[in-house]
C-alpha cells in the first residue's frame, strides 16, 4: 500500500498568513489521522466556517467548504489562517486587523504587515450582521444558547452506550455519529472566542489612553467561574485530604503507579472518601486530556495515575499555597482597578460607557471561551472513548502494537477495519507511527506566509538548555509580552513535550512551548511561568491569570536558551524574562 498522510491544505494566495499560534494550544503536536478526519475536517473546521458565514460577516464562497481556511495542515500540524481572522477584524465596526494581532498573536515580529484588498470591504449584508453580533457581545450578552450547548454536551456523557456490548462496526457508527454535535459546538466556540477578544482591546486601549497602560493586564484577571480553573481547586482540595490522612499519605508514599487499585481497594473511611471526591471530578472533568481535541492519548478518566499525579505533587505544596488565596488578591485588585480607571474615564462619558460595556464583555466572554472549548471537548472525549474501546480489542487480537495505534487509521480505513475488510492493519500503523514520531522530533515554522517548503527541510527540535552564550540575546534576556501580571524568580524546569508526569515543585519557574490542560493544576504555587507560544487569551495565561501567577508569552527561544536549573527572575508586567543565575551557579549580567 502506498504511504499516505494527512494532506496539505491548498494554499489559498488571497490568504496566505498561517500561524500556529492557537492551534498549537488545541493541537501542540503533529494531528492523528483518524483524529483529523472524524474531529476536525467535519467537525470543528465546518463548524468554525459556520461561524464565519452565519455571524461573522463572511459570504459561503468565501471561506471553502472542502478545506475551509480556518485550521488547516501544513507538514502534519495545524495552523491557524492570520489572514482571515485580519479580514473579520477589518470588517467588524470599530475593529483593525491589528487588534487580532494582539489579541492572539502577540505582534510577532515574522508576522507580514497587514495588506488590505478590495474584497476585504464588507458587504452592506456583513455589516449589518457584525454589527448585531457586536451589539450582542457589548451590550445583550445573553448566554442561552452557550449554556445549551453545554446540557448537550453533558447528554452524550449521560447517554453513553455500553461500549464493550457493541459490535466494532456499532462502536464506529456510535463515534461517526457524534461530529454533527461536534461541529454544532465548535461554531458555538468560535463565536465565543472572537467574542472574548473584544473587551480585552478596548480595556487596553481605555488603559492607554487614561495613561495606565500596564494595568490592563490585571483587569482581566480575577474573573472568577473560569471552567477550565475549577479542576485545579478541586485537585487542590483532595491534596488537602492527603495532607490529612496519615492512611492516604502512606499509600501515597508508596507511587502512584497502581495507586488508584490499592486506594480502592482500602475499606478506611478517609480512603473511601477521597475516593469518592476523586469520582466526582472524573465525573465531572474525566475529559481533560493532553490534546483534548484529538481522539488520542490519555485522560483523566481514562488514566486516574495522571490526576493522582498531580495531586500526589500538590500535596506536598504548603497551605498557604492555596489558589483560592491568589484568586482572591487578584479578584480585589481588578475590582479596585476598575473603579479606580472608571473614575477617571468617567470625566468622558463616551470613554466611561465603553469601560464598563467592555468590562462586562470579558467577564462573559473570557468564562464563555473555556465553557465553549469544554463543552467540545467533552464530545470529543466521547468519541475518544469509542476509539479507546475499538483499539483495545484490536491490540487484544494483534492487529495493532497498542490500542492507540489505530488512531494511526483514516476514517474510511477504520470503517473497513471494523467491517473485518483491511488486511495488514498493523503493517500501516506501524509505518505512520514511525512517522509521526519522525514528525514530533522537527520545529515546525510558527508563521507560514508563502507556499511552504516540504516538511523534510525543517530544523530538528533544539535540545532543552542547548544555550548559546555568544547569541545577540546573551543567553540572559529574553524579551517576551506580559500575559499575566506580577513578579516571579525561582529555579527553571524546562519541558519540551507534554508530559503528564513532570514534576514541579514550589517555587519553581515553569519554561514550556506551551502548557496544556494537564499541566495547569501546577502552576498552584509555581512562581512563575513562561511559554514560547500562547497570547493574552491563550488557556495558559487564562489560568495564571486566575491563580494570580506571573506569566510571559512568547518569549522566543526560552526552552533552548534558558536551563534546567537557572534561577530566573519573571515580570509579567513588562515581559522581561532574566537568568540570574546559571544552573552552575555563575553569576549573569545582561548584556
Same mark, same amino acid.
Not at 491563550?538 to 491563580?547: M, N
Given at each position: 500500500?502506498?504511504?499516505?498522510?494527512?494532506?496539505?491544505?491548498?494554499?489559498?494566495?488571497?490568504?496566505?498568513?498561517?500561524?500556529?499560534?492557537?492551534?498549537?494550544?488545541?493541537?501542540?503536536?503533529?494531528?492523528?489521522?483518524?483524529?483529523?478526519?472524524?474531529?476536525?475536517?467535519?467537525?470543528?473546521?465546518?463548524?468554525?466556517?459556520?461561524?464565519?458565514?452565519?455571524?461573522?460577516?463572511?459570504?459561503?464562497?468565501?471561506?471553502?467548504?472542502?478545506?475551509?481556511?480556518?485550521?488547516?495542515?501544513?507538514?502534519?500540524?495545524?495552523?491557524?489562517?492570520?489572514?482571515?481572522?485580519?479580514?473579520?477584524?477589518?470588517?467588524?465596526?470599530?475593529?483593525?486587523?491589528? +487588534?487580532?494581532? *494582539?489579541?492572539?498573536?502577540?505582534?510577532?515580529?515574522?508576522?507580514?504587515?497587514?495588506?488590505?484588498?478590495?474584497?476585504?470591504?464588507?458587504?452592506?449584508?456583513?455589516?449589518?450582521?457584525?454589527?448585531?453580533?457586536?451589539?450582542?457581545?457589548?451590550?445583550?450578552?445573553?448566554?442561552?444558547?452557550?449554556?445549551?450547548?453545554?446540557?448537550?454536551?453533558?447528554?452524550?456523557?449521560?447517554?453513553?452506550?455500553?461500549?464493550?456490548?457493541?459490535?466494532?462496526?456499532?462502536?464506529?457508527?456510535?463515534?461517526?455519529?457524534?461530529?454533527?454535535?461536534?461541529?454544532?459546538?465548535?461554531?458555538?466556540?468560535?463565536?465565543?472566542?472572537?467574542?472574548?477578544?473584544?473587551?480585552?482591546?478596548?480595556?487596553?486601549?481605555?488603559?492607554?489612553?487614561?495613561?495606565?497602560?500596564?494595568?490592563?493586564?490585571?483587569?482581566?484577571?480575577?474573573?472568577?467561574?473560569?471552567?477550565?480553573?475549577?479542576?485545579? +481547586?478541586?485537585?487542590?482540595?483532595?491534596?488537602?485530604?492527603?495532607?490529612?490522612?496519615?492512611?492516604?499519605?502512606?499509600?501515597?508514599?508508596?507511587?502512584?503507579?497502581?495507586?488508584?487499585?490499592?486506594?480502592?481497594? #482500602?475499606?478506611?473511611?478517609?480512603?473511601?472518601?477521597?475516593?469518592?471526591?476523586?469520582?466526582?471530578?472524573?465525573?465531572?472533568?474525566?475529559?481533560?486530556?493532553?490534546?483534548?481535541?484529538?481522539?488520542?492519548?490519555?485522560?483523566?478518566?481514562?488514566?486516574?495515575?495522571?490526576?493522582?499525579?498531580?495531586?500526589?505533587?500538590?500535596?506536598?505544596?504548603?497551605?498557604?499555597?492555596?489558589?483560592?488565596?491568589?484568586?482572591?488578591?487578584?479578584?480585589?485588585?481588578?475590582?479596585?482597578?476598575?473603579?479606580?480607571?472608571?473614575?477617571?474615564?468617567?470625566?468622558?462619558?463616551? *470613554?466611561?460607557? +465603553?469601560?464598563?460595556?467592555?468590562?462586562?464583555? *470579558?467577564?462573559?466572554?473570557?468564562?464563555?471561551?473555556?465553557?465553549?472549548?469544554?463543552?467540545?471537548?467533552?464530545?470529543?472525549?466521547?468519541?475518544?472513548?469509542?476509539?479507546?474501546?475499538?483499539?483495545?480489542?484490536?491490540?487484544?487480537?494483534?492487529?495493532?502494537?497498542?490500542?492507540?495505534?489505530?488512531?494511526?487509521?483514516?476514517?474510511d480505513e477504520l470503517e473497513y477495519y471494523a467491517d473485518g475488510g483491511l488486511s495488514k492493519v498493523r503493517e500501516i500503523t506501524d509505518e505512520r507511527r514511525a512517522h509521526i514520531e519522525w514528525l514530533r522530533?522537527?520545529?515546525?515554522?510558527?508563521?507560514?506566509?508563502?507556499?511552504?517548503?516540504?516538511?523534510?527541510?525543517?530544523?530538528?527540535?533544539?535540545?532543552?538548555?542547548?544555550?548559546?552564550?555568544?547569541?545577540?540575546?546573551?543567553?540572559?534576556?529574553?524579551?517576551?509580552?506580559?500575559?499575566?501580571?506580577?513578579?516571579?524568580?525561582?529555579?527553571?524546569?524546562?519541558?519540551?513535550?507534554?508530559?503528564?508526569?513532570?514534576?514541579?515543585?514550589?517555587?519553581?519557574?515553569?519554561?514550556?512551548?506551551?502548557?496544556?490542560?494537564?499541566?495547569?493544576?501546577?502552576?498552584?504555587?509555581?512562581?512563575?511561568?513562561?511559554?514560547?507560544?500562547?497570547?493574552?487569551? #491563550? +488557556?495558559? *495565561?487564562?489560568?495564571?491569570?486566575?491563580?494570580?501567577?506571573?506569566?510571559?508569552?512568547?518569549?522566543?527561544?526560552?526552552?533552548?536558551?534558558?536551563?534546567?536549573?537557572?534561577?530566573?527572575?519573571?515580570?509579567?508586567?513588562?515581559?522581561?524574562?532574566?537568568?540570574?543565575?546559571?544552573?552552575?551557579?555563575?553569576?549573569?549580567?545582561?548584556?
Open positions: 500500500m502506498t504511504f499516505r498522510w494527512v494532506e496539505n491544505n491548498p494554499f489559498n494566495r488571497e490568504l496566505p498568513v498561517w500561524t500556529r499560534a492557537y492551534a498549537a494550544e488545541l493541537l501542540p503536536g503533529p494531528v492523528t489521522p483518524l483524529g483529523w478526519d472524524i474531529v476536525w475536517t467535519t467537525g470543528v473546521n465546518d463548524g468554525w466556517r459556520d461561524a464565519m458565514v452565519d455571524r461573522m460577516g463572511f459570504g459561503p464562497s468565501e471561506i471553502s467548504a472542502d478545506a475551509p481556511e480556518l485550521v488547516g495542515i501544513f507538514g502534519g500540524y495545524a495552523y491557524l489562517n492570520a489572514s482571515l481572522l485580519r479580514v473579520w477584524a477589518a470588517r467588524t465596526p470599530a475593529l483593525a486587523p491589528n +487588534h487580532v494581532d *494582539t489579541a492572539y498573536f502577540v505582534e510577532h515580529p515574522e508576522m507580514p504587515v497587514y495588506a488590505p484588498a478590495a474584497w476585504h470591504e464588507a458587504s452592506e449584508s456583513a455589516h449589518g450582521k457584525l454589527t448585531h453580533w457586536l451589539s450582542w457581545v457589548l451590550v445583550d450578552q445573553n448566554q442561552s444558547e452557550l449554556e445549551a450547548g453545554r446540557v448537550l454536551s453533558a447528554e452524550a456523557r449521560a447517554d453513553r452506550p455500553k461500549l464493550a456490548e457493541l459490535s466494532d462496526g456499532d462502536v464506529v457508527e456510535h463515534a461517526l455519529g457524534l461530529k454533527p454535535l461536534v461541529r454544532a459546538l465548535a461554531s458555538q466556540h468560535l463565536t465565543q472566542a472572537l467574542a472574548a477578544s473584544i473587551g480585552p482591546g478596548i480595556i487596553a486601549a481605555i488603559c492607554d489612553e487614561v495613561g495606565l497602560p500596564t494595568n490592563a493586564t490585571a483587569l482581566i484577571s480575577g474573573l472568577g467561574e473560569i471552567e477550565s480553573v475549577s479542576p485545579t +481547586h478541586a485537585m487542590w482540595t483532595l491534596s488537602r485530604m492527603v495532607r490529612a490522612s496519615p492512611a492516604l499519605a502512606v499509600m501515597f508514599d508508596d507511587g502512584v503507579a497502581r495507586l488508584n487499585d490499592r486506594l480502592r481497594s #482500602s475499606d478506611e473511611v478517609e480512603v473511601v472518601s477521597f475516593v469518592a471526591g476523586l469520582d466526582a471530578l472524573s465525573a465531572e472533568v474525566g475529559f481533560r486530556a493532553v490534546v483534548e481535541w484529538d481522539p488520542c492519548g490519555p485522560t483523566w478518566e481514562t488514566d486516574p495515575e495522571v490526576v493522582l499525579g498531580a495531586i500526589d505533587q500538590l500535596r506536598r505544596r504548603p497551605d498557604d499555597a492555596d489558589p483560592s488565596h491568589r484568586f482572591a488578591q487578584r479578584e480585589a485588585e481588578r475590582r479596585a482597578l476598575v473603579k479606580e480607571i472608571g473614575e477617571v474615564a468617567a470625566k468622558r462619558p463616551a *470613554t466611561k460607557e +465603553h469601560f464598563d460595556a467592555a468590562v462586562a464583555a *470579558t467577564d462573559a466572554f473570557v468564562r464563555g471561551r473555556e465553557r465553549a472549548k469544554a463543552n467540545v471537548s467533552r464530545v470529543v472525549h466521547e468519541i475518544r472513548l469509542a476509539l479507546r474501546e475499538l483499539g483495545e480489542r484490536a491490540s487484544a487480537r494483534g492487529d495493532v502494537a497498542d490500542p492507540d495505534d489505530l488512531q494511526m487509521l483514516f476514517a522530533s522537527i520545529v515546525p515554522p510558527f508563521i507560514i506566509k508563502a507556499e511552504p517548503p516540504p516538511v523534510e527541510r525543517s530544523p530538528v527540535a533544539p535540545r532543552a538548555g542547548s544555550r548559546n552564550r555568544g547569541s545577540p540575546l546573551g543567553g540572559e534576556v529574553l524579551f517576551g509580552k506580559p500575559g499575566s501580571s506580577g513578579v516571579g524568580r525561582g529555579r527553571a524546569r524546562i519541558v519540551l513535550d507534554v508530559d503528564p508526569g513532570v514534576e514541579l515543585d514550589t517555587g519553581d519557574v515553569l519554561v514550556a512551548t506551551s502548557a496544556p490542560e494537564l499541566l495547569t493544576p501546577l502552576f498552584v504555587g509555581a512562581a512563575a511561568v513562561v511559554v514560547e507560544e500562547g497570547g493574552l487569551l #491563550s +488557556h495558559a *495565561t487564562i489560568i495564571c491569570r486566575e491563580l494570580g501567577v506571573p506569566a510571559v508569552v512568547r518569549a522566543t527561544g526560552a526552552t533552548a536558551r534558558i536551563r534546567d536549573g537557572d534561577l530566573v527572575e519573571v515580570d509579567g508586567v513588562t515581559g522581561i524574562v532574566t537568568v540570574v543565575e546559571a544552573a552552575d551557579g555563575g553569576l549573569l549580567s545582561p548584556k
